[in-house]
């Protein structure tokens, strides 16, 4: 069985469009790779460096929908090696120094450790037992969902949001 020179033809343009979908798919990892060690770099400078924990709550704070390796690269190469925004990815505008200082200022009042959030979650019921109690709610028994309500409407009262704060 020979090969006429249409079916070589055909054969021809399935290898060719098979080797550049594998070349779009190798490159794409290569840019895929690239983007987690620069996120997991980021995150590394974050998790290490305090002034750059807090440059990375400002931008935050302006930009919340902004990700540290992705919309933006922050490293150690300011002066005394204090962090600064070395890449910005996004087509948001680029808080100005004078920006990041306000917020920097206002959120510095802020004791991350202190957060009201992290308090009220160490003394929230836990998810398992708020389950059970939304279980029991619905088939007849709101007993123990109105006690874990007001167990947490306690809670919320002893820790309440400081929105003056931000």
């Known amino acids: 069985m020979a090969f006429d020179k249409t079916a070589f033809y055909v054969l021809l ?11 779009v798919m190798w490159r794409n990892t290569r840019e895929f790779h690239k ?25 935050h704070f302006l930009h919340p ?12 190469k300011g002066t005394d090696h204090k962090p600064v925004i070395t890449e910005w990815n996004t087509h948001i505008p680029q808080p100005t120094q004078e920006e990041l200082d306000q917020t920097i200022a ?33 088939h007849g028994d709101p007993s123990e969902q109105a006690r ?12 309440p949001k400081s929105d003056q704060d931000l």
Request: include cysteine; aromatic fraction near 8%.
């Open 65 to 76: 929908s902004l990700h540290a390796g992705n919309d933006y690269v922050i490293s150690n």
């Open 148 to 159: 874990l309500d007001e167990r947490i409407g306690q809670i919320k009262e002893k820790y």
């Open 106 to 138: 206002k959120l510095s009042g802020i004791d991350p450790e202190r957060d009201h959030a992290r308090l009220r979650k160490a003394e929230y019921p836990t998810v398992g037992d708020q389950l059970d109690a939304a279980y029991k709610a619905r």
């Open 35 to 59: 983007q987690i060690k620069q996120v997991a770099e980021q995150q590394s400078i974050i998790r290490h460096d305090k002034k750059a924990k807090i440059l990375c709550r400002a931008i």
């Open 13 to 23: 343009i399935i290898l060719l469009g098979v080797c550049f979908w594998v070349f």
